[in-house]
């Protein structure tokens, strides 16, 4: 049996759950693909893994996998996480949102859960726009581009996702896109594997709303644009930053160590046991 297939019936609900509710050509599968992957690769269980989501398209993916899931809220899916990990610390509490789920409705829980440094891994796709709900602009629309909702044009700056999760206290954080594919399986892979909170920005852009509003061409144009547009950190750091524009720049953007926010609660609870045992 091709390794493909062998993932495929160990980790998604197959025969049941399919066909997915995804547009022919969205990069949200090709993200699917990269976590099994990793996970398959670290060799957790599949009871081990917590799989949380929000709402929107990426909000359908724990729908498709046999791991533990909980579909919650729009914006809610970190404040889930966070309890889940909390009540069952031994667990991998990974967090699938999109980009208007975590840093619009969802960002003030987004950047406290990076500040407190709790162990998930916050796996964010950008596709730059509200695809689900007809294709409103997001907090990620670049300015100039088009949506339903800014027609003549977004007037607005875009959110930089990594580097907000950078400044909030991320340990860990990453960039990829769609078209990297295994650079994005390496990321995901050392997100989970690092404890504390760690963030990968998935760039997967919206063919269907972003692309067509803003005549950026067919799905396979778009991941092409991604090829082209592209460049690793380590390139990066050597381009001024005029060079830098219209670039995505992707790879390891943080990786430090900072206390892990269950280890310093349990050592409270150990603390406040000893006192109300005096």
């Known amino acids: 049996m091709p390794e493909?297939?062998?993932?495929?019936?160990?980790?998604?609900?197959?025969?049941?759950k399919f066909p997915h509710v995804w547009c022919p050509g969205c990069g949200i599968g090709i993200m699917l693909g990269a976590l099994i992957r990793a996970i398959d690769r670290i060799g957790f269980e599949k009871?081990?893994?917590?799989?949380?989501?929000?709402?929107?398209?990426?909000?359908?993916?724990?729908?498709?996998?046999?791991?533990?899931?909980?579909?919650?809220?729009?914006?809610?899916?970190?404040?889930?996480a966070t309890g889940v990990k909390l009540a069952k610390p031994s667990l991998k509490v990974i967090v699938i949102m999109g980009d208007g789920d975590a840093v619009a409705i969802g960002?003030?829980?987004?950047?406290?859960?990076?500040?407190?440094?709790?162990d998930v891994t916050s796996i964010i796709l950008n596709n730059s726009i509200y695809g689900m709900t007809g294709g409103q602009y997001s907090p990620t629309t670049p300015y100039g581009m088009k949506s339903s909702t800014t027609?003549?044009?977004?007037?607005?700056?875009?959110?930089?996702?990594?580097e907000l999760a950078v400044t909030a206290g991320a340990v860990f954080v990453g960039r990829g896109t769609v078209y990297q594919a295994r650079l994005l399986d390496s990321l995901i892979e050392k997100a989970i594997l690092k404890p504390?909170?760690?963030?990968?920005?998935?760039?997967?852009?919206?063919?269907?709303?972003?692309?067509?509003?803003?005549?950026?061409?067919?799905?396979v144009e778009m991941m092409e644009w991604q090829r082209d547009h592209a460049i690793t950190v380590e390139k990066a750091a050597s381009l001024k930053p005029e060079?830098?524009?219209?670039?995505i720049v992707i790879?390891?953007?943080?990786?430090?160590?900072?206390?892990?926010?269950?280890?310093?609660y349990e050592k409270i609870r150990e603390r406040a046991k000893a006192v109300m045992g005096r």
């Open 251 to 264: 790879g390891v953007l943080v990786d430090k160590e900072l206390p892990v926010y269950q280890d310093e």
């Open 107 to 118: 960002g003030n829980h987004f950047i406290h859960a990076a500040r407190r440094n709790i």
């Open 47 to 80: 009871d081990e893994v917590v799989l949380v989501s929000g709402i929107g398209c990426s909000g359908r993916l724990p729908v498709y996998v046999d791991f533990n899931t909980l579909h919650t809220t729009h914006g809610r899916a970190l404040t889930f």
């Open 4 to 16: 493909v297939t062998k993932l495929i019936h160990k980790y998604l609900r197959h025969d049941k």
């Open 196 to 219: 504390g909170f760690s963030v990968v920005e998935v760039i997967a852009h919206c063919h269907t709303q972003y692309g067509k509003q803003n005549r950026m061409g067919t799905a």
């Open 151 to 162: 027609v003549y044009s977004n007037i607005e700056q875009e959110f930089k996702i990594s």
């Open 243 to 247: 060079e830098l524009q219209d670039k």
